[in-house]
């Protein structure tokens, strides 16, 4: 059912608290204005990027090397799906009618449901790494919690073994999981906008097939939308895994407050500019999910001050190497998977 809750902090942080307080600092440094500039180049990047690369498709054609393209153009899908990301959280435009239309384009040109997302993702940033509250914890095919593995029927259960082992491969699946994902939703009527988030997907998927039919011969074309959205997905499944996989797992009534939540269940990747360009911000994951709204281009500034004040308040910071992030996330995989690993009661 879709979420009357904007991706934004609740107003459950009242003055006074630690994260008010916090709130204050990062205003007062005036990291939550708006980044024009910065938003209008990055924009023009992708979007060149975007048709430049199906540009290419159309000059090389009948080649084999139209694959080098396909792998180009998961990574730019990738920046695409970012940009929606910054848009919806209202970091581009402050008004929500921008925000949303911008979102709708940048949903449609990677073939994504634009109002299936948002509610999704809504609920994820309310209550992150909450095993019955965080949509992005349901076993639907892996298990997140050896609980979770104790009642895993069907393919969570005959996957959750060996999960770690299979968890990248399976991101190969992830772009076609984002467009099935999508079109069920359009069978919730309380999703708002459906009609219009219908029209714009199968417009995507329409135009999408009949340009790869149209520019490559069959066999080639298949090749090209395999590579492609594989490619897509392994992406996209490495952008996220990195942030809360392997974190705390709340549960029941867990609920700390607003500053703790998202703080202690999530978890900031090292690097430079390099990194915040690949992983669109995301890296600083414990910033984003305190202010959801501030422009991503500020959240490396922001870091130091959300740090040094959770060390004053002694909140656990966790930062890792972006290696060291998925090896904790695979450790967590294989440790949730324990109890099938234990036991062989039928499915």
């Known amino acids: 059912m879709a979420s009357s809750t904007t991706l934004h902090p609740p107003s459950s942080a009242m003055p006074g608290s630690d994260f008010a307080r916090l709130s204050r600092k990062i205003a007062d440094a005036g990291l939550m204005g708006r980044r024009p500039g910065y938003y209008a180049l990055r924009i023009t990047v992708v979007a060149a990027l975007y048709v430049g690369g199906w540009a290419a498709v159309?000059?090389?054609?009948?080649?084999?090397?139209?694959?080098?393209?396909?792998?180009?153009?998961?990574?730019?899908?990738?920046?695409?799906?970012?940009?929606?990301?910054?848009?919806?959280?209202?970091?581009?435009?402050?008004?929500?009618?921008?925000?949303?239309?911008?979102?709708?384009?940048?949903?449609?040109?990677?073939?994504?449901?634009?109002?299936?997302w948002q509610d999704k993702h809504t609920r994820h940033h309310a209550?992150?790494?909450?095993?019955?509250?965080?949509?992005?914890?349901?076993?639907?095919?892996?298990?997140?919690?050896?609980?979770?593995?104790?009642?895993?029927?069907?393919?969570?259960?005959?996957?959750?073994?060996?999960?770690?082992?299979?968890?990248?491969?399976?991101?190969?699946?992830?772009?076609?999981?984002?467009?099935?994902?999508?079109?069920?939703?359009?069978?919730?009527?309380?999703?708002?906008?459906?009609?219009?988030?219908?029209?714009?997907?199968?417009?995507?998927?329409?135009?999408?097939?009949?340009?790869?039919?149209?520019?490559?011969?069959?066999?080639?074309?298949?090749?090209?939308?395999?590579?492609h959205q594989c490619l897509f997905g392994v992406y996209l499944g490495s952008l996220f895994a990195p942030n809360h996989k392997g974190?705390?797992?709340?549960?029941?009534?867990?609920?700390?407050?607003?500053?703790?939540?998202?703080?202690?269940?999530?978890?900031?990747?090292?690097?430079?500019?390099?990194?915040?360009?690949?992983?669109?911000g995301l890296n600083h994951q414990i910033e984003h999910h305190l202010f959801p709204s501030m422009p991503s281009p500020n959240l490396r500034r922001a870091r130091t001050i959300v740090r040094r004040y959770c060390e004053d308040l002694g909140v656990d910071y966790v930062e890792t190497g972006l290696i060291a992030s998925y090896r904790l996330a695979l450790t967590s995989l294989h440790q949730a998977g324990a109890p099938l690993r234990r036991t062989r009661v039928p499915a």
């Not at 080649?63 to 919806?88: E, I, K, M, P, R």
């Not at 402050?94 to 911008?102: G, N, P």
């Open 58 to 116: 159309a000059i090389i054609g009948d080649s084999w090397w139209t694959l080098t393209v396909a792998a180009f153009l998961a990574v730019v899908f990738g920046q695409v799906a970012l940009l929606a990301h910054d848009t919806a959280h209202r970091q581009v435009f402050r008004r929500r009618r921008a925000s949303e239309v911008s979102g709708r384009m940048a949903g449609a040109g990677i073939g994504m449901g634009y109002g299936w």
């Open 127 to 227: 209550n992150p790494n909450h095993e019955d509250l965080d949509p992005d914890l349901d076993p639907d095919l892996l298990v997140w919690s050896q609980d979770q593995a104790r009642a895993a029927k069907g393919l969570p259960r005959l996957i959750g073994r060996w999960q770690a082992f299979v968890f990248f491969p399976l991101l190969t699946l992830e772009g076609f999981n984002l467009h099935v994902s999508s079109v069920k939703a359009l069978a919730n009527r309380s999703l708002k906008n459906r009609a219009l988030d219908g029209a714009l997907l199968f417009a995507h998927f329409a135009v999408y097939l009949t340009a790869v039919l149209w520019l490559l011969p069959p066999g080639m074309a298949i090749a090209f939308l395999v590579v």
């Open 247 to 280: 974190m705390p797992i709340l549960k029941g009534e867990d609920r700390p407050d607003f500053l703790r939540r998202q703080v202690l269940t999530s978890r900031n990747v090292r690097g430079g500019r390099l990194t915040d360009i690949a992983l669109g």
